[in-house]
């Protein structure tokens, strides 16, 4: 597995810094990471930071918090500062993180399956019954594990709209799951567009373990760069892209194809359905509150 | 059944844009959560109020599967927003930071109501003025 390889590292110009203090200074030392440029703040009880169980720690210590945030280094003298002039004490610390925080999750990942199809990341094995179809996956964290429920949502659709032949469309193909479903599933040839420059490389090497890679191509210039007309159309994207891509994501479909749309909740399944007009529902579910969306393009 | 919890975070992070960068990955990976799936379902939980902080306290269950609730957003965020100060006073007491009105006190407490343990409003206000005389920030009518 590779899934360390492509973390945003922190970079030469930031660090991960950890500040210590009573509960009472939580609102106002996570307020200072604020202030000095953090990108979020994680925030647990000292004792489980330290590893140490409740049993160990000693009874009569205090609670204390710690704070976790990742800042420029510009901001760190400031920041310094202020921890040692706030009335109570804030302890700061700059933290070396152990790299195989990415990978934790690794043991954890199942094998699912979808129809026919066996999704599992590639270090878990699965034992195929007959008519069943692999699909291995060396997901990075850069994109999904190709586990979350709108996936799912969205493989279902595809397994009841694509029995064969069909020129499909992946927009916002991410890891590249979906076109690589769609090819195992029969459809002749798959076409991806993503804004994440990754997406290219990682929709390659998952058709390639597939072996589907002579009829996956992924589309560098985007969505505007693609003027063929398609007979399915899959977008498993947040509300706000399907908004902004959906006239595009509609214009690229051809009448009488189907859009399947997954990626968004229960309470924004109208806007989906708006962006994408005209269209007719053809089909609708939900998984853990996650919607799937199956229409049909009307002129 | 009820699963069992493994871990509860508590995680402060700008609506609509959490990454699987530190500290959000950090604090989630070590306890085997697939950090993206996490990223994206808070993502689209909060795209509504993108433009603010909105914690989330997530619980991961032994077998890593997690669900999480959302809160309002950090009081002295709520503040700087309020009367548009980006950086509180360095020293809160002797060095004035800003000032906040009760009208704005009143609002902010409206919204915090829901995680503070009071049901008054007036209590609320003053546990919000609290805050903000700590950040070196003067309450004014």
Same mark, same amino acid.
């Given at each position: ?19 210590? /203090?009573?509960? =009472? ?54 920041? !310094? ?26 043991? @954890? ?10 999704? !599992? ?26 586990? @979350? ?60 373990? /597939? ?7 992924? /589309? ?66 939900? =998984? ?12 | ?141």
């Amino acid at each position: 597995m590779n899934a360390s390889t492509a973390v945003p590292a922190p970079g030469d110009a930031s660090v991960v810094v950890r500040l210590r /203090c009573a509960p =009472e200074l939580v609102e106002l030392a996570s307020d200072a990471l604020w202030q000095a440029g953090t990108s979020a703040v994680s925030e647990e009880p000292a004792d489980v930071v330290r590893g140490i169980s409740a049993a160990e720690s000693a009874p009569s210590a205090p609670a204390a918090v710690e704070l976790t945030g990742e800042v420029p280094v510009t901001a760190l003298a400031d920041l !310094r500062a202020w921890c040692g002039e706030v009335a109570g004490g804030v302890e700061l610390e700059v933290v070396e993180l152990d790299p195989a925080w990415a990978d934790a999750w690794c043991e @954890h990942a199942r094998a699912y399956r979808v129809g026919p199809l066996v999704v !599992r990341p590639v270090w878990v094995d699965a034992t195929l019954q007959p008519g069943e179809i692999d699909l291995p996956l060396d997901p990075g964290p850069t994109f999904g594990s190709g586990s @979350h429920p709108s996936t799912r949502g969205v493989l279902a659709a595809m397994v009841q709209r694509v029995d064969g032949g069909e020129r499909v469309l992946d927009v916002g193909s991410g890891s590249g799951v979906l076109s690589v479903a769609a090819l195992l599933l029969g459809a002749d040839s798959a076409v991806a567009v993503d804004i994440e420059p990754a997406a290219g490389p990682a929709g390659r090497s998952a058709a390639a373990l /597939c072996g589907v890679a002579e009829r996956f191509e992924f /589309c560098s210039g985007g969505l505007d760069s693609v003027d063929a007309e398609f007979d399915v159309v899959f977008a498993n994207m947040l509300i706000g892209a399907i908004e902004e891509l959906g006239a595009r994501i509609r214009a690229r479909c051809a009448v009488g194809g189907t859009m399947i749309l997954g990626g968004f909740l229960e309470s924004q399944r109208d806007r989906a359905l708006a962006a994408v007009q005209p269209a007719e529902t053809v089909a609708t579910s939900n =998984e853990d509150g996650w919607v799937t969306l199956v229409l049909a393009a009307t002129r | 059944m009820a699963k069992n919890v493994s871990a509860v975070v508590k995680i402060q992070i700008p609506a609509g844009q959490a990454s699987p960068a530190p500290p959000v990955g950090t604090a989630l990976g070590p306890h085997g959560v697939a950090i993206m799936d996490f990223c994206k379902a808070y993502n689209a939980q909060t795209e509504s109020q993108r433009g603010t902080v909105v914690p989330v306290e997530i619980t991961i269950y032994e077998d890593r599967t997690f669900s999480f609730i959302t809160k309002t957003p950090p009081a002295p965020v709520m503040i700087r927003e309020a009367i548009k100060v980006t950086k509180g006073s360095q020293n809160p007491g002797r060095e004035e930071a800003g000032a906040i009105t009760q009208a704005q006190l009143a609002d902010i407490a409206q919204v915090k109501m829901p995680d503070l343990n009071t049901n008054d409003l007036e209590a609320a206000k003053l546990q919000i003025a609290g805050t903000a005389r700590s950040m070196g920030i003067k309450v004014i009518d």
